[in-house]
């Protein structure tokens, strides 16, 4: 899916790499599956013979000139120039091929900042994003570039790309260069198209606290999903054999060709798998989620953050943290509201309240309000909602610490007792029933869970829950990119 903007830049300690938190107005094709694409041993795209609405001066080395509009011919999909810069401060035209059909009096020029390809703005795209857009069949093509001789002298020798993932699979790295991964690790990827190798990215591990651990090459996003794909529709096929020629109907644009192949000093096995993958094995679909990688951001996060307890016995759990640390949890106040089922959805669509629970008479709200109140105290507010109003909070800036409760089955549950906050004996339907209610909520909210501690006794449970906010708290926080 498209990405919203997000605002703000920095670098975390470590490289000196420039590494930022969010890219402001980022429309990026990386969430979108574009097939496979036929690379050169450099970044090229395809291009013929030029013919520019704006004649260009042919001084090479002056200043930054006025914006221009290129029209090229093509014949095909023949790669005719290499590329540099990335996202962070923009993709540029580094060379032409000797046999470009761009070059000319008219054509572009080394140092051309790439503006719009074909009415589509290149800003802050990646160098692989606007290589996978200029690859797409066109016969004409329009470029508007503008040259900045003394940006690209800056830029050219360093990486250009600039943004965070969250890996959504495990992966060990077999050649030398390779960079291991486990599923949820943060990775900075700073090239998407190094040397003009496509399929593979150069990318940092980071650490908790977004220290850069470790550079190394991973499988681009476009490949890996292209092999996801793969994977299950050759499952889909073995499922149903009418389903093949829907299959074989689904065609890339782009075309491998042998003369594209990389030299064997860079073939990795993701490479040669790349090579090898049928181009019909992955639907072109747009706005398609990544089954590989999700973009995220990194946020601000100064307050001390909302916690929620999911799962059976939370509420003598929330009074035990409360009585044991006062200062440092706070229960959310619900307040008393005497209005209409209108008025109350309305306040939820505004973004002023969370949750409400229907009383005789009246509703009970937990209001936004009243949480950054407890929050701004210097206490982790202690929530009393569903686990379906976790967006709503995440909507206004708002990112609890999820811990769930985990027993074993319903009879571990009856068995817990406690003087003071299980004063009553849990029956065997009550205890039922609060497990059965907890197996859906793990099945259907688990990707929120923050962490997940193991039922038994309500003081033990309450010292991991303590643990986890503790460290949680100090992590670096990642929302995926384009949510608030």
Known sequence: SRLDPASTQSTPQGSGTPTPDSHSAIDTLSEQDEGTLTPSSKQTTPTTSPNSFVRVPSESNRKVGEP????????????????????????????????????????????????????????????????????????????????????FNTIKDAPGDG????????????????????????????ESLPKGSFGTWMAWQLDENAQQIQRGQIPSKYMMDQEFYRRHSVTEMKEDSSKTLSAAARRSFFRRKQKHKRSSSKDSKEMVALDTISTD????????????????????CTSLRPV???????????????????????????????ASQQAIE??????????????????????VASIKEITDKGCHCLLDITPHAIERLHSVHIYPIVVFIR??????????????????????????????????IEQEYSKFFTGIVQGGNLQYICTQITTIVDQEQSKVLWTPLGSP
Do not use: W
């Open 163 to 190: 943004f965070y993932i969250r890996a959504l699979y495990d992966r060990v790295g077999e050649a030398e260069g390779d960079l291991s991964f486990k599923k949820d690790d943060i990775l900075y990827v700073d």
């Open 407 to 440: 027993y074993k089955n319903a009879k571990q549950i009856k068995e817990q007792k406690d003087p003071i906050f299980l004063r009553d004996k849990i029956s065997q339907k009550h205890s039922k029933e609060q497990f059965e209610s907890a197996q859906k």
């Open 346 to 367: 309305r306040g939820v669509k505004d973004c002023l309240f969370i949750d409400y629970k229907r009383r005789s008479g009246h509703f009970d709200v937990t209001t």
């Open 68 to 151: 221009r509009l290129v029209t090229v011919h093509r014949p095909g999909v023949e790669v005719g120039v290499t590329l540099c810069g990335g996202n962070l401060r923009g993709v540029y035209i580094e060379s032409l091929d000797e046999d470009s059909p761009a070059r000319g009096p008219n054509g572009l020029l080394p140092g051309d900042l790439i503006l719009e390809y074909n009415l589509v703005n290149m800003k802050n795209k990646t160098a692989e994003e606007v290589y996978v857009e200029m690859l797409k069949p066109a016969e004409t093509v329009a470029l508007k570039v503008q040259h900045r001789p003394d940006d």
């Open 281 to 300: 094995s992955i639907p072109f679909l747009d706005d398609c989620v990544s089954l590989a990688y999700q973009r995220v951001q990194k946020v601000d």
């Open 308 to 338: 929620l307890v999911l799962g059976p016995l939370s509420d003598p759990v929330k009074e035990m943290l409360v009585k044991e640390s006062p200062g440092k949890f706070c229960r959310c106040l619900l307040e008393v509201m005497k």
